[in-house]
C-alpha cells in the first residue's frame, strides 16, 4: 500500500510560482511511476506530467511544457512538480498519483493523494 501527500499549493499572481512537493510513503514508493494531474470542478482529471520511476524519463501536457517542470528525489520518496509562468487558467486542484495501470497519460493510476489547490490571480 502507497500513501500520497500533496504540499505547496496556494494563491499566486498570474506569472508567479509554486512548486507542488507528493511525499509518498510504503514499501515500494520509489520504484513506481508517478503524475500529476488537475480537475476542475464538473470536468474531467486532466493529465499535466508524469515521470519513471527513475526520473530518467518526463512527459508533459501541451498546454504545461516549457512552464512546468517534474522531478523526483528517491532518497526523500517525493515527487515535485515546479510551476512557473502560471496563468489563471492553471487554477484548479492538483493531484499527485503513482502506479499506473496503463499509460502515463490517463487518469488510471492505482494510488491518488487528496489534492491540492492552486489559485493564480489575474
Known amino acids: 500500500q502507497v500513501q500520497l501527500v500533496e504540499s505547496g499549493g496556494g494563491l499566486v499572481q498570474a506569472g508567479g510560482a509554486l512548486r507542488l512537493s507528493c511525499a509518498a510513503s510504503g514499501p515500494t514508493a520509489s520504484n513506481l511511476p508517478m503524475g500529476w494531474f488537475r480537475q476542475a470542478p464538473g470536468k474531467e482529471r486532466e493529465f499535466v506530467a508524469a515521470i519513471s520511476w527513475s526520473g530518467a524519463y518526463t512527459y508533459y501536457a501541451d498546454s504545461v511544457k516549457g512552464r512546468f517542470t517534474i522531478s523526483r528525489d528517491n532518497a526523500k520518496n517525493t515527487v515535485y512538480l515546479q510551476m512557473n509562468s502560471l496563468k489563471p487558467e492553471d487554477t484548479t486542484v492538483y493531484y499527485c498519483?503513482?502506479?499506473?495501470?496503463?499509460?502515463?497519460?490517463?487518469?488510471?493510476?492505482?494510488?491518488w493523494g487528496q489534492g491540492t489547490q492552486v489559485t493564480v490571480s489575474s
Open positions: 498519483a503513482a502506479d499506473p495501470y496503463h499509460s502515463y497519460y490517463t487518469p488510471e493510476y492505482r494510488y
